[in-house]
């Protein structure tokens, strides 16, 4: 079965400083991996995803994540999070079905980070 | 990037009534859709994939009779919450695929006292 460990449930950062958030993930085949941001009472925006290829991944506003198998991580980073980076991030894994069933999703608990001005 | 649109936004039901949430992929057909749950402060849980022209495909432990998916359409997919109780009260979420990446709607909240 397919799991996502996001450690770290609150993390506070101040503007300007940089930022990781964490993602390790189980999954048998190989996987396709996301991190989402949720601002509050609202969907969910994808930020970066990883299907294979180049294991540092650029995402929207500045974020990135590596991925490292042999650690089953894929953690995101930012050099310099700014205050309207303040929301909540889910990692996600998934393998891409090609045959109909579409993109089936296991997200992360999630991490919810703060930015002191 | 595609655009997923749900309504409504904010629901308040009393107990015992039913409760229908629109999902609709804006610019682009989606056969199928996912409609996800989300407890404050937790993560999402998927609880079925809606496919176009059949039957939805639930996730263990979600009930089918209280959660009706109904797929009529290449743009629309609806979650119909039956006999809605304080229980039920939650962030409701939908997602569509295109071109291989899953967008997602703005979410609803029911809140059922």
């Known amino acids: 079965a397919q799991s996502v460990t996001q450690p770290d449930i609150h993390i506070t950062v101040s503007e300007g400083a940089s930022l990781e958030l964490r993602c390790n993930y189980s999954y048998g085949a190989t996987p396709y991996l996301f991190w989402y941001v949720q601002s509050p009472g609202q969907g969910l925006q994808l930020l970066l995803k990883?299907?294979?290829?180049?294991?540092l991944v650029q995402g929207i506003k500045g974020f990135e994540a590596e991925f490292k198998r042999s650690q089953s991580s894929f953690n995101l980073r930012k050099p310099s999070v700014h205050w309207s980076d303040a929301a909540e991030y889910f990692c996600a894994v998934g393998g891409l079905i090609l045959t109909g069933g579409g993109n089936k999703l296991t997200f992360g608990t999630g991490t919810q980070l703060k930015v002191e001005l | 990037g595609a655009v997923v649109s749900q309504h409504p936004s904010w629901v308040i039901c009393k107990s015992g009534t039913s409760v229908k949430i629109e999902c609709r992929s804006l610019d682009f057909q989606a056969t199928t859709m996912f409609w996800y749950r989300q407890f404050p402060k937790q993560s999402l849980m998927l609880m079925a994939t809606?496919?176009?022209?059949?039957?939805?495909?639930?996730e263990q432990g979600v009930e089918k009779d209280k959660f009706l998916i109904n797929h009529a359409s290449l743009t629309l997919s609806t979650l119909t919450v039956t006999s809605a109780h304080p229980e039920d009260s939650s962030f409701y979420i939908c997602?569509?695929?295109?071109?291989?990446?899953?967008?997602f709607g703005e979410g609803s909240r029911l809140t059922v006292l």
């Open positions: 990883y299907f294979s290829g180049d294991t």
């Open positions: 809606s496919n176009e022209g059949s039957k939805a495909t639930y």
């Open positions: 997602s569509a695929r295109e071109t291989g990446e899953l967008f």
